[in-house]
């Protein structure tokens, strides 16, 4: 049973850091892709982020370009999203996902298998 779990969420202020983690079981983790997502209530999903296999490869949002970074441990199966500079607008439940590598990092949620059950960032002004 393929499992991603996300932690690392929680009530910060504007200017502040978080790091989330995404630690997947049950599938050969260093050949799938990992994207992170965002989505508000009512609101579709929306790409934060996406990194390949290896690592070799990161793709981010225009958005949080600059102040996000995605890296990986295939040793850990955990994909990590260090989040700098947070501001208000990043307010989200946040979700990891997991895509078989296909030669490309996707931005559509409907390009990935497997969903983590999301973690609430919450930001301050």
């Known amino acids: 049973q393929v499992q991603l779990v996300e932690s690392g969420g929680g009530l910060v202020q504007a200017g502040d850091s978080l790091r989330l983690s995404c630690a997947a079981s049950?599938?050969?983790?260093?050949?799938?892709?990992v994207g992170w997502f965002r989505q508000a209530p009512g609101k579709e999903r929306q790409f934060v982020a996406a990194?390949?296999?290896?690592?070799?490869?990161?793709s981010y949002a225009e958005s949080v370009e600059g102040r996000f970074t995605i890296s990986r441990d295939n040793l850990k199966n955990t994909v990590y999203l260090q989040m700098n500079s947070l501001k208000p607008q990043d307010a989200d439940a946040y979700y990891c996902?997991?895509?078989?590598?296909?030669?490309?990092?996707?931005?559509?949620?409907?390009?990935?298998?497997?969903w983590g059950q999301g973690t609430q960032v919450t930001v301050s002004s």
């Open positions: 990194i390949s296999w290896s690592g070799g490869r990161t």
């Open positions: 996902a997991a895509a078989p590598d296909g030669g490309r990092l996707y931005r559509r949620p409907e390009n990935y298998d497997y």
């Open positions: 049950g599938l050969t983790f260093s050949r799938y892709n």
